[in-house]
């Protein structure tokens, strides 16, 4: 079974970035597409950002130009690094991996406020 564990999470101000991370388990990582999800208080689950095993993102188009996500096989990381960040950013972010039973981390939250 494969564990993924985020953080990176927090409180920023309106404009301000955080880059989260997603450490993951298991030796095949480098073979598996990865994504970053995202739940804000009485949304629905909304996909942010997704990277497939040779490294080709895909944004959201609410995120586009602002968020960035990248990985790093020979840590078993993924990361989404967060610029220009808003309100409506504000939310649960989760990452997930992208293959046989799509296992999910636990969530960091991120708070955009002033």
């Known amino acids: 079974q494969v564990q993924l564990v985020e953080s990176g999470g927090g409180l920023v101000q309106p404009g301000g970035s955080l880059r989260l991370s997603c450490v993951a388990s298991g030796s095949i990582f480098s073979l598996v597409a990865m994504g970053w999800y995202r739940q804000a208080p009485g949304n629905q689950l909304e996909l942010v950002a997704t990277?497939?095993?040779?490294?080709?993102?895909n944004y959201a188009n609410s995120v586009k130009g602002r968020f960035t996500i990248s990985r790093d096989n020979a840590k078993n990381t993924v990361y989404l690094q967060m610029t220009s960040l808003k309100p409506e950013d504000t939310a649960v972010y989760y990452c997930k991996w992208l293959a046989g039973e799509g296992y999910w981390g636990q969530g960091t939250q991120v708070t955009v406020s002033s």
């Open positions: 990277i497939t095993r040779f490294g080709t993102p």
